[in-house]
């Protein structure tokens, strides 16, 4: 872990003439070497199906409001298909950025809601958390900024050359797993497999997300001591 505060990182955003690395799951993700990334990981408890299904409903309402396929709100339960690829393609640039964002600040907003047994709200979890985050930053990457969450953790961070948000994501959380099993002396999946990652295209939508990760505690009504939050100046 490196802490310098001389250090200065210039943190870039998606250049659309550089090459892109697309790895296409149940959520396409996104990746670029040495451009900055907002990443959300997950418990796995963090939205049941109930919440899904309101998801979903609210989700199918407003593609029925724009006399859009409603189909497409089933994504939010199941694995993405192919019919649900051409269902993608038939609508136009400026619905598909709607339909995305309406997505994404559904999920965004039912994660804050604190649903699951939010385990990381204990410091000695989210201590866990935090040095493995910031474990190798400096080094394979650099971090801007995080957050740590009841149910879940956001950070912007940027990948030096030979590594990748795919290897060393799934290692945050492998080696997380093993350690809060082992303190809370529990055994079973901690986080949900697929994270959420997002190339950050401009400079405005840069500072939005530093903002976002900075306000979230005290949007979702935490104490102090029930969150943790660091960024590259402290």
């Known amino acids: 872990m490196t802490d310098n505060p001389t250090k200065h990182v210039v943190f870039n955003t998606l250049d659309r003439e550089a090459e892109i690395e697309i790895l296409e799951r149940n959520l396409p993700h996104w990746f670029q070497v040495g451009a900055a990334i907002f990443v959300t990981i997950r418990a796995a408890d963090s939205l049941p199906k109930e919440v899904l299904l309101r998801m979903v409903s609210e989700l199918r309402q407003w593609l029925l409001h724009q006399g859009l396929p409603c189909q497409l709100a089933d994504r939010v339960l199941k694995q993405k298909t192919t019919m649900d690829d051409q269902l993608i393609e038939q609508l136009s640039s400026n619905q598909r950025r709607e339909f995305k964002r309406l997505s994404d600040q559904l999920f965004h907003r039912s994660l804050d809601n604190c649903h699951g047994a939010c385990l990381f709200k204990q410091p000695d979890v989210a201590k866990i958390i935090t040095s493995a985050i910031r474990k190798f930053d400096g080094d394979r990457y650099d971090l801007d900024s995080l957050v740590i969450m009841p149910n879940h953790a956001h950070a912007i961070v ?45 400079a405005d939508q840069f500072k939005y997300l530093q903002s976002y990760i900075a306000d979230n505690p005290q949007k979702a009504n935490l104490k102090v001591g029930e969150f943790v939050y660091w960024n590259g100046t402290m």
């Open 158 to 202: 940027q990948f030096r050359v030979g590594f990748n948000f795919n290897v060393i994501g799934q290692s945050w959380m492998r080696y997380t797993a093993r350690e809060i099993n082992k303190l809370l002396g529990r055994s079973g999946v901690l986080w949900q497999p697929e994270p959420f990652d997002h190339i950050i295209r401009s």
